[in-house]
């Protein structure tokens, strides 16, 4: 069955985008933040890694470029509702630069993140 | 000031404007966009050549000298936004747009410089050295923008829970149930603040230009949209948007612009007084006879956006003199510069026409005529140009470089039509 590890630190979303995941068949782990999150991969490594980029402990960039220096074939996708008004830098163009496989701009709908996270477990 | 770290470089290697770094008058960092501005393939030709062989002097006499920027280190020194010159290696003078920031490099002071072409009668607003105010000003919309984007942030969190929640729940609720479609309206709500906050973000990112076929109708419809909730109660807004308009060769982000200075300039008009903004927004064809009639306006099919206001509004007299980059205006007097300059610029930019009819005290009717993308001439009987508008003179962008606005003081002004 595949697995997601889901890293945000908002409380109600990642239980949400857990519920939903698991409805669709998948084994969930979950993670507060990117310290948390990398310690939960390097006790067990999911197929996906949901990572949010806009977190207070370590935040998604940083947290992906130490997943992917660690596990270089981790799949992540990234997600953030947050957005640089002045415009020096898009963090989901970002995340992809660090290596994320994917992004998705928070709000999404369920369909959208179902979508993404079986293309990254189907690749 | 800044030390800047590893990352951000790597970052600017990806941006469409230069990014230069120099330190004691030299050369030290240049990113693709920017080696393509000084006519370089390789950063080797470029780097610790000295500064002044590539930034001309008008942008030079500009900077802090650099025994000056080493004091600056603990005062916080203030990056400055400026046009002028720039030669590239093969001799080519380029008017630039360059934004310059004292920052730490390797522990020396240093300067980053942001940098791009700048656009006929668009990038004219020199802002070398801020005064006091101006700082003040500057860093509060920088906190009004930090402060808006952890908004944007905490409430595209919010919708993310609100959808996602509301999906989860409707899987349980069966189709026949009243529920069943309360929560649809509450997913449906949802999607629309998302949207309204999508377009937002994209009006308040700046973006590299992204120039294509663009029917203005429907931009102009989903951006009023979101203007309208800005425009205070007491003004009366009225719209009178085609169907359906021609395609235009036009970059969105720059007609939102263009919508929201024209808007701006009116509202903030008859912000005390109130009185009514009407919009309208169809196709225009101007026969020869027209275009000879209404001095400077080639004859073709455009599509015509009419901003006008009751009182106020753009001054038709400032309309007629190219904003002086020497000019100490300060507040709103620079505010109305600035959005003038870029209404200007803008419309000079994408072959179009500026018409201003009236006059400050009974109002200002701003005409923009875009060239249609497949222009084409109706039938002499057919056409919409109306005799008030033709006596209007007019300005015009591409072949003067910088649009000359003549006014025709007379013509009646306020909304009509």
Known sequence: MPSVLVIDDDDQIRRMIREALEQAGYVVQEARGGEEGLKRYRASPTDVVLMDILMPDQDG????????????????????????????????????????????????????LLAAVAAETDA | MKDVPLFPLAF??????????????????????G?????????????????????????????????????????????????????????????????????????????????????AGFDVVDQPLLTEAQQVASSKIRTVGMLAAGIIHEVNNTLTAV????????????????????????IASGRKSSELIQQILMFARPSPETRGPLSFHILANEFLALLRSAIPSWIVVKEEIADVTSPIEADPAQMRLLLANLIADAVHAMCRTGGVLHIQLHDEDVSTEQAASADGLP????????????????????????????????????????RRSAVLGIVSDHGGTVIVN???????????????KASSMRPEGESRFSSSRSQASSCQGPRSGFPEPLIEESDAVGPRD
């Open chain 2, 12 to 33: 600017a290697d990806q941006l469409s404007d230069g990014v230069i770094v120099a330190t004691k008058g030299s050369l030290r960092y240049v990113n693709p966009s």
């Open chain 1, 61 to 112: 960039l940083e947290s992906i470029l130490a997943l992917r220096q660690e596990f270089p074939s981790a799949r992540v996708i990234a997600m953030t509702g947050g957005s640089d008004m002045i415009g020096i830098m898009n963090f989901l163009d970002v995340a992809k630069m660090m290596g994320a496989c994917r992004t998705i701009q928070k709000p999404f709908d369920l369909q959208t």
């Open chain 2, 358 to 372: 009236g006059s400050l005290e009974s109002g200002t009717r701003v005409s923009v005529f875009i060239p249609a």
């Open chain 2, 299 to 338: 004859a073709g099919r455009y599509v015509c956006l009419r901003v006008m206001d009751s009182g106020g509004g753009m001054d038709a007299q400032e309309m007629r003199q190219p904003p002086d980059p020497s000019a100490t205006t300060e507040g709103f007097d620079r505010e109305r510069e600035i």
């Open chain 2, 163 to 186: 959808l996602g929640y509301g999906q989860l729940a409707l899987r349980l609720i069966p189709a026949d149930n009243k529920a069943h479609r309360h929560v649809q309206q509450v």
């Open chain 2, 35 to 119: 080696l393509l501005l000084l006519g370089a393939e390789r950063l080797e030709q470029v780097s610790g050549k000295p500064l002044s062989m590539f930034l001309g002097q008008d942008v030079i006499s500009k900077l802090l000298p650099w025994e000056e920027l080493r004091r600056q280190d603990d005062r916080g020194a203030t990056g400055a936004t400026m046009t002028g010159h720039l030669y590239g290696l093969d001799g080519r003078r380029v008017a630039i747009r360059l934004s310059s920031l004292p920052i730490l490099w390797e522990r020396g002071p240093a300067y980053l410089f942001v940098v791009r072409k700048a656009r």
